[in-house]
């Protein structure tokens, strides 16, 4: 039952997520008002201070994990971002929202500490395709959430937010009383400070050798894949008028295909080509997702191209399963804390440079109209961790 919960919690994250996503916008003008290019720019400064809390405590509170134990660090993150919605849900200022970003950002150790338990109980051939169930409940969270949001969005922006903050409360009932503890005597580590800060964290885990550059191809590849949740309401409903329903149904598409591929074809591309090539094959499908998108006008054709861009997903879990080889068991938490902070960096530089240059290129005195420019700047830096993939070593594949 502790592996059913730790999943569920990973599919109710998504679904918090995707739940908010397609009403973002309209809560943004809602609250703060201006145009849908202003509200754009609010909602990356937004993603941004959750990204950076999320940075400086997420190695802090993997490490804590490491020392603790899994069960506490989850428990306690679930119950403050229950706060988190909450105050979301009831912000009336665009001082309350950047609070309650800021709150959840510190606890948001919920996929990190989820990652170290998976790492516990997976012995190595093993570990980048159970990471893949955690990406597969990802996924099946997206399948749910944006549906829901909605549904939930025809009743106002801020009913979303109460759903979620309910189901997170509900997650943390369940857990209270089935997880089971993974960090024993063998493998428990003493909290240092030194190495917990994000400084300390990552000297620590780069020093193990071939992890730097796998570092920076998932910092890279991160910093370009959240172009998605970026602008992806914004785009489509600039791009294509999409409204509430069809942003929440094309996000749903995305996360049943995301699903299928990192809960059941993952496991067969890692046995079939190893981590190593199915990284590789993954960034061809998102470079081939990205350079068409970046000039699409069709909705139609945008929605059938989602399960391809799906295709991709195989990268993180690959890469999560070549780093978790090649730490010691006591240092998972650690790893994972790292990796969570990575994508808190990427998250920091992602939505303010997706954001920006959609508004650049969709805001008024715009140049050149092109709304899918911010995918162009996304093949981009795919591009650069890709070469920087190929050219290392592949020591622990």
Aim: with cysteine.
């Amino acid at each position: 039952m502790s592996l059913v919960f730790v999943l569920a919690t990973v599919m109710i994250d998504a679904m918090g997520i995707g739940l908010i996503m397609p009403v973002m916008p309209g809560l943004i003008t809602g609250v703060q008002g201006g145009s849908l290019a202003q509200a754009a720019v609010w909602g990356g400064v937004l993603s941004t201070v959750f990204a950076v809390m999320q940075f400086l405590f997420s190695p802090i509170l993997g490490s804590l994990s490491d020392a603790v134990g899994r069960r506490p660090v989850l428990l306690v993150s679930l119950f403050v971002m229950a706060l988190d919605y909450l105050i979301m849900a009831l912000a009336g200022t665009m001082w309350l929202l950047l609070l309650g970003r800021i709150l959840g950002g510190i606890t948001a150790a919920t996929h990190s500490t989820a990652g170290a338990y998976i790492a516990d109980i997976s012995p190595p051939q093993k570990k980048a395709a159970n990471f893949g169930l955690l990406g597969a409940a990802f996924g099946a969270g997206f399948v749910l959430g944006p549906l829901m949001g909605g549904l939930l969005g025809e009743l106002g922006t801020r009913a979303p937010f109460y759903a979620a903050a309910v189901l997170v409360l509900g997650n943390f009932a369940l857990g209270w009383f089935v997880m089971g503890e993974t960090v024993q005597d063998k493998n428990r580590r003493p909290f240092e400070w030194r190495r917990a800060n994000p400084f300390g964290a990552f000297h620590a885990v780069g020093r193990i050798p071939g992890i730097k550059p796998l570092l920076w191809v998932y910092f890279l590849y991160s910093v370009a894949i959240y172009v998605y949740p970026a602008i992806w309401a914004y785009f489509t409903l600039e791009r294509f008028s999409w409204q509430p329903q069809v942003i929440g149904l094309s996000l749903a598409v995305y996360g049943i295909s995301m699903a299928l591929v990192q809960g059941w074809l993952l496991r067969y591309t890692v046995t079939w080509f190893g981590e190593r090539r199915t990284v590789i094959w993954g960034q061809l499908f998102d470079f081939t997702a990205f350079g068409i998108l970046a000039f699409i006008s069709s909705g139609t054709l945008a929605m059938l191209l989602i399960p391809v861009s799906a295709l991709g997903a195989v990268v993180q879990p690959a890469l999560q399963g070549m780093m978790a080889q090649a730490v010691e068991d006591n240092q998972q938490g650690e790893l994972q804390g790292v990796l969570t902070a990575v994508n808190a960096l990427a998250m920091i530089l992602s939505p303010l440079m997706m954001t920006a240059v959609f508004a650049r290129f969709t805001g008024e005195g715009a140049g050149l109209y092109l709304p899918g420019a911010p995918f162009l700047l996304a093949l981009l830096l795919m591009a650069i961790g890709c070469a920087v993939f190929l050219r290392s070593k592949p020591s622990v594949a």
